[in-house]
């Protein structure tokens, strides 16, 4: 009863719609059973035009949910009794996206697809591993909903990111900083004598999208060679792209593989010990895609048996990675914890570019990012 009347307390700071949908076959029987409650709702209608009704997930600092008011204003937001507390997390299923045009965040994409009224999907993450699936797809063809992702908004980051670590090995900045931290001894001959020069390097980037093309930009001062490789190249991408087949044949001649693979049964495993055997031993492994698309036990071996120079994670498999797994205290991995996307302003950023193609959805324009479906 208690959590009860939290809940309707929480609903007075809106104004709420009265939705009261039945609940679905499959909300039905999961747990305990739900509260036959409208979801929250925030009416930003000016009763002048019929409102598109938006459902949002996401759990949005007050900041970047005003803005997002402001952006709807004559239209309506609804949101779901609990909002997701990760960008990351998966949805579950909600009676009030029954009732929604839009939604914006991580809805089941199951009930995604059986919602005749949903026209438009757009994730709050540059992933979409658990949208990717055919049904969906052709769900989304057939009525002519389209789903887009927020790659516009990590592309400039993940880019930013894997640089920075590009840079920081090549002038050998976190041996020097392990330095400052130990014994402090006077490293100079030797890391003066490690360091090397970005400028005339190969670099192969295994997946060609918005991270990609970003991060091509940043490495053009430093004539780097630079080749990717994505499953159907279109022949107008910004570097020298071929298919993925041809990867084994490019890895032995790459100072720098950048892996920026995406998660799904194509690419499960993708880095396999054959083809981390097949980098060189002065290479650098640098994975910002998902940890599923490397065999991690033999990552392991290379690295504890100098096969490759080194690797740099922002992602690993699981995540969290346990304290005591054995890349923790590998000196030549160096792992940040699935930060590369991180920003001051991630979630304004992602209110914003929901809101310009929100725009574009109303003037009936070409959407951007999209991933599945076409113009609604």
């Known amino acids: 009863m208690r959590t009860l009347r939290k809940f309707v307390l929480q609903l007075a700071h809106f104004d709420v719609q009265p939705l009261t949908p039945a609940l679905s076959p499959e909300y039905e029987g999961e747990g305990e059973a739900p509260l036959h409650l409208p979801a929250k709702a925030c009416n930003c209608s000016d009763m002048n035009s019929a409102p598109l009704t938006v459902w949002c997930n996401a759990h949005f600092p007050d900041g970047p949910m005003a803005e997002l008011r402001e952006r709807l204003k004559g239209h309506t937001l609804v949101f779901p009794a609990d909002l997701n507390k990760s ?42 591993t658990r949208y990717d699936r055919d049904d969906l797809r052709e769900a989304f063809l057939r009525r002519g909903a389209v789903l887009t992702n927020s790659s516009g908004v990590y592309a400039e980051p993940c880019a930013e990111h894997v640089f920075a670590m590009m840079l920081s090995m090549a002038r050998r900045l976190p041996q020097c900083v392990d330095d400052q931290r130990g014994a402090r001894p006077w490293h100079s001959a030797e890391h003066r004598e490690h360091c090397h020069l970005l400028v005339g390097q ?45 990867t084994d044949a490019l890895l032995p001649e790459a100072d720098h593989v950048v892996n920026i693979l995406p998660a799904n049964p194509a690419t499960e495993g993708f880095l396999t010990r054959h083809r981390l055997g097949l980098m060189k031993s ?38 969290p990675l346990p304290a005591d797994h054995p890349l923790w205290s590998l000196p030549n991995c160096y792992i940040t914890p699935h930060t590369a996307g991180g920003q001051a302003a991630e ?8 809101a310009d193609n929100f725009d574009r959805f109303v003037k009936g324009e070409k959407l951007l990012d999209v991933v599945a479906g076409g113009k609604p």
């Open 202 to 246: 190969n670099v192969l980037i295994l997946g060609f999208g918005a991270i990609a093309t970003r991060l091509v930009e940043l490495l053009a001062p430093f004539r780097m060679h630079i080749t990717a490789v994505r499953r159907r190249p279109s022949g107008n991408e910004s570097c020298r792209v071929l298919p993925t087949e041809q």
């Open 87 to 128: 960008n990351l997390a998966a949805g579950g299923i909600d009676p009030s996206l029954e009732h929604a045009d839009i939604a914006l965040g991580q809805p089941d994409p199951q009930q995604a697809i059986r919602l005749p009224r949903l026209k438009w999907v757009h994730l709050t993450t540059a992933g979409y």
């Open 347 to 354: 979630f304004s950023k992602l209110v914003e570019h929901f």
């Open 282 to 319: 002065t290479a650098l492994l640098y994975n910002i895609g998902r940890g599923t698309t490397v065999d991690q036990p033999a990552l392991v071996q290379a690295l504890r048996e100098h096969k490759i120079a080194g690797a740099y994670l922002d992602v690993t498999d699981p995540e």
